[in-house]
């Protein structure tokens, strides 16, 4: 008998053991940002359930959960005043059907949180709806399935590295190139979901690590060095490479065109103060031309800017990279350049380009993220 107890014992011990070690509900959910600073917001959705997110004020305890197809949330004071009810952190919405935000459906559940004078609007998602979701965002649906193959699984690795990087935090991305575009609920038919569920849990490891893998539009022709364009810390060491599949990118080149009291006023904004502009000089350049700094001269004094920080500066979308040169007249700075983005790891025209030549998905990763390893972890 005594026996008998002790391996019982033992039995519930590894029990216990193996149920602690499983993954929470939560482990397999990504926590998106879709709107920040609002002042007012409203939600739509088939039989939307509401309830609080940690606890609620002037509602009464325990909080019935509502159940409505519209609601109307603003911040106040207290907190998130959804109809009338005030919640002290948020209010949680959930649907069968998904939830509508601007005229867009998500999946999974929304939350609207306190975020100082205004609201918070994230996304709770599962994991791999939502590499959909970006994906549909990043690329074209008649693009071939083996760079869409390539780009989810660049997504996911992506995606789970900011998901340890900022577990603490209320979201871990943001639904912009901020991180990565997003765009929510993807229809069934979509070639999207091939590409992911093709993929389902692979990610790229570096040195054994998940680690943020980068990606761009276009690279001009040539990729960069992470550590060229970024000033964060513990950057991965990804070796630059240079390609010709971007083919018939409509970035392959382009022109701009910036009136002097215009670019002054930017950088002015940015804190970059030269009085009139009279002169840009490109002072120091990375291994693939890229811009690595520039002076600006002015009636003011010169400063040297990095060329990253040039381009925030000027805007990410008007000044498309950092391949560029750039002539000054008495009004305006001229501008010709190559590529769009910053460069780093897969280059998405180049994997469009490659795929249509017959390469696959490993092949693409192999060859924009040298010296990785593709890997299916089995708890993502």
């Not at 519209?70 to 911040?75: D, E, F, G, T």
């Not at 649906?141 to 603490?168: C, F, G, K, S, V």
């Not at 000044?319 to 780093?344: C, I, N, P, Q, Y």
Request: proline letters at 5%.
């Amino acid at each position: 008998m005594r026996t008998l107890v002790i391996v019982v014992l033992l039995i519930a011990a590894v029990m216990l053991f193996a149920a602690s070690a499983m993954p929470g509900p939560h482990a397999s959910t990504i926590r998106v940002s879709l709107l920040e600073h609002a002042r007012a917001i409203e939600v739509g959705g088939s039989d939307l359930r509401v309830s609080p997110v940690g606890g609620c004020v002037r509602c009464g305890q325990p909080f019935s959960v509502r159940r409505t197809d519209v609601i109307r949330a603003v911040s106040s004071p207290a907190g998130v005043d959804v109809e009338g009810t005030v919640f002290g952190r948020g209010a949680r919405l959930e649907s069968e059907r998904g939830i509508r935000l601007n005229g867009r459906e998500y999946p999974g559940a929304l939350e609207i949180l306190k975020n100082g004078d205004g609201l918070l609007v994230v996304n709770e998602v599962p994991l791999e709806e939502y590499v959909v979701g970006s994906l549909k965002a990043e690329a074209a649906d008649t693009w071939p399935i083996e760079m869409l193959r390539a780009q989810a699984i660049i997504i996911r690795t992506y995606t789970l590295y900011h998901r340890q990087l900022n577990a603490a935090k209320p979201y871990h991305l943001v639904a912009s190139t901020a991180h990565q575009q997003y765009l929510g609920r993807v229809p069934a038919h979509s070639p999207m979901w091939a590409a992911a569920r093709e993929t389902d849990g692979q990610v790229l490891l570096l040195e054994g690590q998940v680690f943020p893998a980068f990606y761009h539009t276009d690279s001009g022709g040539h990729t960069e060095d992470p550590r060229a364009v970024f000033t964060s810390p513990n950057l991965p060491p990804l070796r630059a490479v240079r390609h010709d599949f971007a083919a018939g990118s409509r970035h392959a080149s382009w022109a701009l065109d910036v009136q002097l009291t215009d670019l002054a006023e930017l950088l002015r904004r940015g804190g970059v103060a030269v009085g009139e502009i009279v002169g840009l000089e490109v002072t120091d350049r990375s291994q693939s031309l890229r811009v690595a700094e520039i002076a600006v001269r002015g009636t003011g004094g010169t400063v040297r800017l990095r060329g990253a920080e040039f381009r925030r500066l000027v805007g990410y979308d008007t000044l498309k990279s950092t391949l560029f040169a750039v002539a000054v007249d008495r009004e305006s700075a001229h501008f010709a350049g190559r590529g769009w983005g910053h460069g780093v790891g897969l280059c998405q025209w180049g994997a469009k380009g490659m795929a249509e030549q017959g390469a696959t998905a490993e092949e693409i990763i192999a060859f924009f993220y040298p010296g990785t390893t593709l890997t299916s972890p089995s708890a993502p």
